[in-house]
């Protein structure tokens, strides 16, 4: 009836995950009860768990990957402090424990805290930069959004019922297959990566189509934002490269559940096979992490130095070769199985070539300062910050690309600081800016500055006392995903790294003290203008929060940096142009489809994972259903009354003729 | 030292070894053989070249930072420059260059530091074959019909060729000190020739997470000269158990954290019926209880 579960699957006898699971049960009970109490459900059912709005769900997407990214961030806390703890010793986690947090924590920060607020970033601001008023497909962004919280679910629900995967979050076989990892690990890691990537996948054509089909009228393609372009490229890498990764572990699960033989020991199975197709996936997934994250850069350099991008067309250019070229570079991620001078010689020097793209653009960044007026809030931080912790982890990550350099430190400490250096000081520094930049685009109000600082420089700081010493073991040989230490020399280095993590912690409280700090004083931040930072692209164009709509009219664009053009004729003129005729607005309808195909989703992966071929089959014809039921509804969209539209953009217009007003006598006008 | 330094590029590196070695490290920069010696070098100069630009590209973005700070009224405002063809030029230049000659680097190092390529020597390579195991080490001596578990004996300043492969899961062969790992792979055999200038001990492990007894799959690695060697080979043919089948499926079974021992004789053609899988392959963990629904709790042979 209930397949392999059963009562004992249950962690009764593993105080930690006992423990942690049982708080985080009541946490949820008690946050449903609250909203309960409150009678808050049927406006969440409304604005939020129904809602189609690019925008709600970019939030939402950011939402799911903070609270995984703290996640993450607590397995990361356990496994330095595991290895400071363990030099000689048994430290506290046995390594039954200690696998599934590595494990964990590179399965959660790369698909469901990274993903999610990169494509969280990518809703929110690309239709709002493409003068659009929604992505393609709205529904279809509702379902991919669902079908991701839906994975993320499930990674959470292994540490409560059974386990997660012992075997990295790249689960290689053949320790991977039923005959070394019989448990339901590998299956937890599979299916919440298979169901979160059909999300992803969806994502990636929802993109790709709206950049190309849905840009307002005068937006070609050179001229939108850089981030639109970086949004351009990372959709379709995902479009390229997530099949492959679906295929993938489709065949390592037909290896696990009815015995076929991809990937095994015996009966003809090669395991390397899975190697290859998974970095083939697994290379162009970091420049689709990281690409959106040069977009937000982009925006960022260029708002505070109150200049423009500094040559736009080769930036473009870059972004496309790093696109191109990271689908070759697979191989390097094993130059040590010995594949032979000339294979390892074309992917070395293929993945050194991709820093000429990415030099590229970190000149283009430092030359967009040239001549500007740099201010330093906080998005500059993270983007001055980010420069000089990338360009470090770039050079890392070319050592890597050099066969005989990679024969030392493959899969060492190295590897790990080289790895968090690109990837924190890549995506997770520019999310942040993105954060802080978008937020009051988002909620009407600017995030404390103060303590946004003062976070920035725990994390900076952080960041290169946990890793540069991670770098120097590396090169006393140290491998990574060690249970215990054997070697003496290495405890000093642990420790400096433990410290770390401290300072870390450190910066993840201030952060969340910025978020309330930030929200008690939103009055005094508020943003009235809807134009925070002097910026120069059309989100900026619209009233913060943007309303649903986006546009009231849709903008007619003439050159590069859309808004800064419109901005600059009102300044110069003193005045807006004149008002236009509002006229009413079709939006999408909400379509509770997201939700009802990721709960059953959320169902068919748990039954399959555990083997209730009943219930897994009602999970997939239920969530069918939903999909059928909703191609056959009736009504598509609403309309917007055009005084309703009126009445928002004179609101937007009032304030900005108040601002022009200000700044003329001021004397800040020409 | 067989291998010449024929690149010029090298002989920088080499250069700033002892001056590494001097700050403590007793890892892959202090290199205890010839492949050692050669990778490291090559891992010294590629950052040393890319440091080259790295360090100024560092600088120039804090001083443009600064230099053109709001608040900086001497730096003159251009709010409209965002192209110059020359900068552009100079832009693509600049890494292009660098990478063509890191290629450079990457072509001669990957053919001169090839993992399968014999070392050059007056003596003869020492043959040892390595099988992978869960979770500890076996080292088969063919030529003097002994192996050993968890601890390799090499004779000093004579090359050794390694024939590796895997019982079970993926592993990686990697002494840091002599240099260059490999995979160990099931099905597969991976050739890989070091050597160990100097008598010495040395830690060995692997390099690729195989499992729960991952952590203690180190080896200790006992350079000795030659005679030594030999005397090695001939104590440990007089005494201890013979790695025949019985005594490899024994060994085959997971267990962790493995003393170091030897065997006195070797079933003949045994790593090549591993390699082949002529031998099932290692049988994975066995629970000790099976009623704990779809988690591994037991972790086979731990003691």
């Known amino acids: 009836m209930f397949g392999k579960l059963n009562w004992s699957a249950i962690p009764i006898d593993q105080p930690i995950p006992l423990i942690t699971s049982m708080v985080l049960i009541l946490i949820i009970l008690g946050v449903l009860g609250l909203i309960t109490a409150k009678g808050w459900w049927p406006y969440l059912w409304r604005e939020w768990i129904t809602t189609v709005d690019h925008k709600r769900i970019g939030i939402m997407y950011c939402l799911l990957g903070v609270v995984m990214l703290i996640r993450g961030f607590s397995d990361a806390i356990m496994m330095r402090s595991q290895q400071a703890l363990a030099i000689h010793a048994a430290g506290y986690l046995p390594p039954e424990h200690y696998d599934q947090i590595f494990s964990a924590h590179g399965t959660i920060m790369i698909f469901f805290a990274a993903m999610p607020m990169v494509i969280g970033m990518m809703n929110f601001v690309t239709p709002l930069q493409l003068g659009v008023r929604d992505v393609a497909f709205p529904t279809m962004n509702s379902v991919s959004f669902w079908l991701t919280a839906a994975g993320a679910l499930l990674v959470n629900m292994s540490l409560f019922i059974g386990e997660f995967a012992r075997t990295g979050w790249l689960p290689y076989p053949p320790l991977s297959e039923t005959a070394y990892s019989p448990g339901v690990g590998v299956d937890y890691y599979l299916w919440a990566v298979q169901i979160s990537g059909v999300g992803t996948l969806m994502t990636g054509i929802n993109f790709v189509t709206t950049v190309l089909k849905m840009r307002c009228p005068g937006m070609s393609y050179l001229r939108m934002p850089m981030f639109c372009w970086t949004t351009l490229a990372a959709s379709l890498l995902i479009v390229a490269v997530f099949p492959i990764l679906t295929a993938t572990l489709a065949m390592l699960s037909l290896d696990r559940f009815f015995g076929w033989h991809f990937f095994t020991n015996t009966a003809g199975g090669n395991p390397m096979m899975f190697v290859n197709l998974i970095w083939a996936w697994g290379h162009p997934e970091v420049y689709i992490l990281v690409l959106p994250a040069f977009g937000i850069f982009s925006e960022v350099f260029s708002t505070f130095s109150g200049k423009p991008l500094f040559g736009y067309r080769s930036m473009v250019a870059a972004t496309l070769f790093i696109c191109i070229v990271s689908m070759m570079v697979w191989l390097h991620h094993f130059f040590t199985m010995g594949s032979g001078p000339a294979v390892n010689t074309a992917f070395g020097i293929a993945t050194s070539v991709i820093a000429v793209g990415t030099g590229v653009k970190i000149y283009n960044w430092i030359f967009t300062m040239y001549g500007g007026r740099v201010r330093f809030s906080v998005p500059m931080l993270w983007s001055l910050g980010f420069i000089f912790t990338f360009v470090i982890g770039g050079m890392t990550g070319v050592l890597l690309a050099v066969p005989p350099a990679d024969f030392l430190v493959h899969n060492s400490m190295f590897l790990v600081a080289h790895f968090h250096n690109v990837i924190v000081g890549g995506v997770i520094f520019g999310l942040f800016a993105g954060l802080d930049y978008w937020f009051p685009k988002a909620f009407g109000f600017r995030l404390h500055q103060g303590w946004g600082k003062a976070t920035f420089w725990f994390a900076i700081v952080g960041f290169w006392v946990t890793f540069a010493p991670l770098y120097w073991l590396g090169l006393e040989g140290m491998t990574r995903r060690l249970q215990h230490i054997n070697v003496e020399a290495w405890r000093p280095m642990l420790y400096v790294s433990l410290f770390g993590v401290g300072l870390l912690v450190i910066g993840v409280i201030c952060q969340v003290v910025m978020l309330v700090v930030s929200i008690l004083r939103r009055d005094e931040l508020r943003d009235v203008t809807g134009d925070p930072w002097d910026g120069r692209s059309l989100e900026w164009a619209t009233p913060s929060p943007a309303p649903f709509f986006n546009f009231a009219v849709l903008p007619n664009v003439e050159g590069e940096e859309a808004y800064w053009g419109i901005k600059l004729r009102a300044i110069e003129t003193q005045h807006l142009s004149p008002e236009p005729k509002y006229e009413p607005i079709e939006m999408p309808a909400n379509s509770p489809v997201g939700f009802f195909t990721a709960f059953f989703a959320t169902v068919t992966g748990f039954s399959l994972i555990w083997q209730i071929w009943w219930l897994a089959a009602l999970g997939l014809v239920a969530a069918f259903a939903g999909f059928v039921v909703f191609a056959w509804r009736d009504v598509h969209d609403f309309h917007v009354p055009a005084d309703e539209v009126a009445r928002v953009d004179r609101a937007r217009r009032a304030a900005r003729e108040a601002e022009i007003e200000r700044l003329a006598q001021q004397g800040a006008l020409p | ?303």
């Open chain 2, 1 to 303: 030292m067989p291998a010449k330094v024929r690149n010029r590029t090298f002989r920088f590196g080499l250069a700033t070894l002892p001056a590494l070695s001097l700050c403590g490290c007793s890892g892959v920069l202090d290199p205890a053989g010839p492949v050692g010696k050669d990778d490291a070098t090559i891992l010294i100069d590629a950052l040393a070249i890319m440091l080259a630009i790295v360090i100024p590209t560092i600088l120039l973005a804090f001083w443009m930072a600064w230099r053109y700070r709001a608040s900086n009224s001497k730096a003159r405002y251009r709010p409209y420059w965002s192209y110059s063809g020359r900068i552009e030029a100079v832009v693509w230049a600049i890494p292009t260059l660098t990478i063509m000659f890191l290629g450079g680097v990457i072509w001669i190092g990957s053919y001169k530091l090839d993992p399968f390529r014999p070392l050059a020597s007056k003596t003869p390579a020492e043959e040892v074959q390595v099988v992978a195991l869960d979770w500890k080490w076996l080292f088969i001596y063919p030529k003097e019909g002994v192996a050993s578990v968890n601890q390799l004996v090499v004779p000093a300043a004579t090359p050794v060729h390694f024939s590796i492969t895997s019982a079970s899961v993926f592993n990686i062969f990697f002494v840091p000190r002599l240099g260059t790992m490999i995979y160990a792979m099931p099905g597969m055999v991976s050739q890989l020739s070091l050597q160990a200038d100097r008598p010495g001990t040395l830690l060995g492990q692997s390099s690729h997470f195989s499992g729960d007894g991952f952590s203690d799959m180190g080896f200790q690695v006992k350079s000795v000269p030659p005679v030594q060697f030999a005397a090695w080979a001939q104590s440990a043919g007089g005494g201890g158990p013979v790695l025949d089948g019985a005594a490899y499926a024994a060994l085959a079974r997971q267990s962790q954290n493995v003393k170091p021992f030897t065997y006195r004789g070797v079933a003949p053609g045994l790593f090549l019926a591993i390699a082949t899988q002529k031998i099932a392959p290692g049988p994975g963990p066995e629970p000790q209880n099976a009623s704990h629904a779809g988690r591994e709790v037991a972790s086979g042979g731990r003691r």
